[in-house]
């Protein structure tokens, strides 16, 4: 690995030997973490590590593997090895450019998660919220809890900065998502039997037709529920508005 000039040309290995080389380099650097190594052994490679982290010719060198993934045996085993490692995340977050700063963003949250420090985890998350990535842990979160009106906020928030970025992609994604949650959401509101409850149906409802396709699936759900809660004439007034 060391070996590796500062100026690398990716011409000269156009079939791509070193960094297949570089990849078994790293295989085994893993294996001898894997292999609980003694304080001394695990102190030599960290050490070695926190030299050459921030060395761009390792950026993109690996073809399936990278030097990055070496840090969870360094904060799990290493002395003082959690602290040390988010120092050098941290400063790789401050130095990268937009989408490696996501990406680090990202390793820094689950870091915080596996080492038990869920409140900077949530401090990290709102700091970043700004990233597709890193509101797709938050929606994860949210929707584990069923927490499906606050999942959809967040992602009717995000399709807004995406249109602002022209991040068209993640409008397209984050829109079939969306639907999605409405149709958890209606089905979940839908089981309970209070007046509130049935004009959020109706509003969702409401909302999933302007999705495409989904006008189809709208009539299916009010047929549906129609036949399930036909006792409940509130709902079936709700349902009434909808077309």
Known sequence: IDTIPDYWDENFDYEGDVQVIYDEAIDLLEDI???E???EQMELIFSWYEKVNGDKKHQYMGLNSSLEQLERYF???AVGGFERVLRIVDKRIAISEEYEKQRAVVEKIYLLEENNREAAADQTIEQYLFFPDVRAIRLKRLLTAERYDDAIRLLQ???EIAKEK???GTVNEWRKELFSIYLQYV???ATITDKEAYKRVGQTLIWM???EGGTAVVRQLINQFRETYKRRP???KELDRVF
């Open 209 to 211: 037709k302007s999705f």
């Open 75 to 77: 904060a799990a085993d």
């Open 157 to 159: 928030e995000g399709i």
């Open 166 to 168: 022209k991040m068209m």
């Open 187 to 189: 089905q979940q509101q």
């Open 234 to 236: 509130y709902m079936m």
């Open 37 to 39: 190594p003694t304080t």
């Open 33 to 35: 973490l894997n292999d």
